[in-house]
């Protein structure tokens, strides 16, 4: 999810679900330790629990990136060892990792180390690479890198090939197998087995949480961001009516993200508008809301212009209904 699920997209999100873990993209241990940290690590309070998805593959690198994490107020560290896209892989990290489970240990027991038992670290994989498919390989996995005290581990219920595929094709050729995932949970009933890959509506997710221990949605909540709406009561514990994603609650939702974006006068408001797109998708007047929002003709408002923009797009809403 890299470049999608920003500060300004989990901002977004958690209007819509209060409880539901939210991921940063992947930020590489070069990135934070010889880039610009507040640009990667600032985040709103709102956005808790929100835990940090880091991609690197030296134990010291990441222990430190890891000490950055509990400074800045991440709820997890997470270390990615299930993206398979090519300039990941010239990083030596990524699904290329799953080739190196002893290394994987130790990247996590440094990174445990470093944050002394203030936050969790886990790992996201894939189930295999290439077109092997024994179980075996990502059992073993998970096994060595246990070892090192990791207890959540989120699997990606696909392999990973890591030649003659892009990042897109790998998220869509290679067969989903929840029944490995299902099995892995089996193997490690001590450990906290979650699903990720190919979920793309509510029905699906409960399905799987009678089976694992948790789901993990990515594109599918990016661009039907209402899936979400009814979590925190139906998934997460939360007391009361469920939401039912109404023209009404829409509306409440665009109006936030519209304040949010006058309060960041220093942001051009496309960089968050981007994020909302789908918070129409299926509604009469969709299509003509999203093209208001993403006109690039607009894009030189200034964010205090930005209620009159909110105005035409509502509108377009309203004409169709």
């Known amino acids: 999810m890299m470049e999608w699920t920003d500060r300004h997209c989990r901002y977004f999100h958690r209007l819509i679900s209060q409880r539901t873990r939210l991921y940063t993209e992947m930020v590489t241990t070069g990135a934070l330790l010889h880039g610009d940290v507040p640009r990667h690590l600032d985040f709103h309070t709102e956005e808790h629990p929100v ?20 400074r800045w107020g991440y709820d997890e560290v997470n270390l990615n060892c299930g993206c398979p896209s090519p300039r990941v892989q010239r990083g030596a990290f990524g699904a290329c990792l799953m080739n190196e489970a002893p290394l994987v240990r130790d990247c996590v027991r440094a990174m445990r180390d470093a944050v002394g038992g203030a936050v969790p670290v886990t790992v996201k994989h894939r189930i295999g690479l290439g077109k092997q498919e024994d179980v075996g390989f990502v059992r073993d996995f998970i096994g060595t890198v246990a070892e090192a005290g990791c207890t959540v581990f989120i699997v990606h219920a696909r392999n990973a090939w890591l030649e003659g595929l892009s990042p897109k094709d790998n998220r869509e050729i290679p067969p989903l197998r929840y029944d490995v995932v299902h099995q892995l949970k089996r193997d ?6 979650v699903l990720n890959g190919g979920i793309t509506d509510n029905g699906l997710v409960a399905e799987q949480l009678a089976l694992v221990d948790g789901v993990m949605v990515g594109r599918q909540a990016y661009h039907d961001p209402c899936l979400m709406a009814d979590w925190d009561r139906r998934f997460l514990g939360a007391e009361g009516t469920g939401v039912d994603a109404s023209e009404a609650w829409r509306m409440h939702i665009e109006d936030q993200m519209v304040a949010y974006m006058a309060r960041l006068p220093a942001v051009p ?6 994020h909302m797109l789908g918070l129409w998708n299926g509604q009469p007047g ?14 030189a408002l200034p964010a205090a212009a930005v209620q009159a923009l909110a105005r035409q797009a509502r509108e377009a809403v309203s004409a169709a209904a």
């Open 51 to 70: 835990a940090l998805q880091l991609g690197g593959s030296e134990p010291d690198d990441l222990a430190q990136c890891a000490g950055l994490a509990v």
């Open 188 to 193: 490690f009933p001590a450990l906290s087995i």
């Open 269 to 274: 408001w496309a960089h968050v508008a981007r």
């Open 286 to 299: 969709a299509r003509r809301w999203r093209q208001v929002w993403s006109d690039h003709r607009h894009r």
